[in-house]
T-cell receptor
């Protein structure tokens, strides 16, 4: 089944404790991205990747890191989480960045709480 | 950057009625997409309309695009309780980045 998976789905952590949220897609998509969703603010892009070893900042990259060592995986790293990073996070992938192939396939979401 | 802006923000209708949502954007686009999100879950792609298209249909969905007014509308005909969700528009501009609006909550009352 074609899908985007994220782990963990739920996470409660404390300020400053490094964490990684994994994202994996099995559709051989080139483009992957991370979003955070907050009430009243909609979806905001954190980072995106056009292909392996190619990543770039989105609209709200502060406090986050990503890597794209393999085509299928795009982990999101919070080196020192803070309470303002409490949010619902989504990973998404698409065949390409633009044009007709950029319909996004979303993962199920990771609800992160930073105390 | 946020580009799409849906209007109205919340809509409550009876089952069987039609639901219409609007989306406006500020800069030129390559395409515009609509997504649905059931509470707290991942977004699901509904339909994509290219900048040179004016109208597109998919099942009970009808999307229009007016590039001169920089706006789009999503019509759901004969709504069902299962259509209760949030609906987002998203635009792709020249930089090939996708920008989402804040979402439009639709409640269909059985």
């Amino acid at each position: 089944e074609a899908q985007v998976t994220q782990n963990p789905r739920y996470l409660i952590t404390v300020t400053g404790k490094k964490l990684t949220v994994t994202c994996s897609q099995n559709m051989n998509h080139e483009y992957m991205s991370w979003y955070r969703q907050d009430p009243g603010l909609g979806l905001r892009q954190i980072y995106y990747s056009m292909n392996v070893e190619v990543t770039d900042k989105g609209d709200v990259p502060e406090g986050y890191k990503v890597s794209r060592k393999e085509k299928r995986n795009f982990p999101l790293i919070l080196e020192s989480p803070s309470p303002n990073q409490t949010s619902l996070y989504f990973c998404a992938s698409s065949l390409s960045a633009g044009g007709l192939g950029n319909e996004q396939f979303f993962g199920p979401g990771t609800r992160l709480t930073v105390l | 950057s946020q580009q799409g802006e849906e209007d109205p923000q919340a809509l409550s209708i009876q089952e069987g009625e039609n639901a219409t949502m609007n989306c406006s954007y500020k800069t030129s686009i390559n395409n515009l997409q609509w997504y649905r999100q059931n509470s707290g879950r991942g977004l699901v792609h509904l339909i994509l309309i290219r900048s040179n298209e004016r109208e597109k249909h998919s099942g009970r969905l009808r999307v229009t695009l007016d590039t001169s007014k920089k706006s789009s509308s999503l019509l759901i005909t004969a709504s069902r309780a299962a259509d209760t969700a949030s609906y987002f528009c998203a635009t792709t501009g020249g930089n090939n980045r996708l920008a989402f609006g804040k979402g439009n909550q639709v409640v269909v009352i059985p």
